[in-house]
């Protein structure tokens, strides 16, 4: 089944660790997404990449470290530099070529992280 | 830019009751319009979308949008709601041909029996 996976479901650091989510897509979409969620708020961006060996800073970027290497996979870094970091957290990919596929996001799961 | 807003924080409504959650937006070139749903602790799943052609979009379970160009509304509808479409629901627009989305804030819908 074609989809978007994101571990762990549920992460809890320390203050001033940095900890890494995963996110893994297999439909080969070309654009992913990191929101991050917070209670009672609607989705904000974090970053999102477009292409392979690219991406751009979204809304909320500060604090906050991505890559993508592959096409599948787009992994988000949280790091000591993130004041708040506790909330949940939403991977999302999309083909990108909006006339196609008209710009709908797929969205993984989530990770709710706490720091203790 | 654009930009979505959701216009009710949260409409509780009794089994059975028709709904409407409002959204409208604005943007400066032409757009593509969702409706996404979300169950608590887990992803957003899309309900339905317009991208062109008939102003009436049906979706899935029972829900329907109407898109009104004229008055930048994305409204969804459902006559008759269950228990179980108790959840938050997010409006998003994304200008054509781009995928990257703008979300509203967010409507959480709760059907009392």
């Known amino acids: 089944d074609g989809g978007i996976t994101q571990s762990p479901k549920y992460l809890f650091r320390k203050e001033g660790q940095n900890v890494t989510l995963s996110c893994e897509q297999n439909l080969n979409h070309d654009a992913m997404y990191w929101y991050r969620q917070d209670p009672g708020q609607g989705l904000r961006l974090i970053y999102y990449?477009?292409?392979?060996?690219?991406?751009q800073k979204g809304d909320i970027a500060e604090g906050y470290s991505v890559s993508r290497e592959k096409k599948e996979s787009f992994p988000l870094t949280v790091t000591s530099a993130q004041k708040n970091p506790t909330a949940f957290y939403l991977c999302?990919?999309?083909?990108?070529?909006?006339?196609?596929?008209?710009?709908?996001?797929?969205f993984g799961p989530g990770t709710r992280l706490t720091v203790l | 830019a654009q930009s979505v807003t959701q216009l009710d924080s949260q409409v509780p409504v009794f089994e059975e009751a028709p709904v409407e959650l409002r959204c409208n937006y604005s943007?400066?070139?032409?757009?593509?319009l969702f409706w996404y749903v979300q169950y608590p602790n887990q992803g957003l799943q899309l309900l339905l979308k317009y991208l062109s052609g008939s102003t009436l979009v049906k979706g899935i379970n029972g829900f329907e949008a109407e898109f009104n160009k004229s008055q930048t509304s994305f409204h969804l509808r459902k006559p008759s709601v269950h228990i179980s479409d108790t959840a938050e629901y997010f409006c998003a627009v994304s200008a054509m041909n781009r995928g990257k989305s703008t979300f509203g804030d967010g409507t959480t819908l709760t059907v009392k029996p």
């Open positions: 990449s477009q292409i392979v060996n690219d991406f």
């Open positions: 943007s400066s070139v032409s757009v593509y």
């Open positions: 999302a990919s999309s083909r990108d070529r909006a006339g196609v596929a008209g710009g709908e996001q797929f």
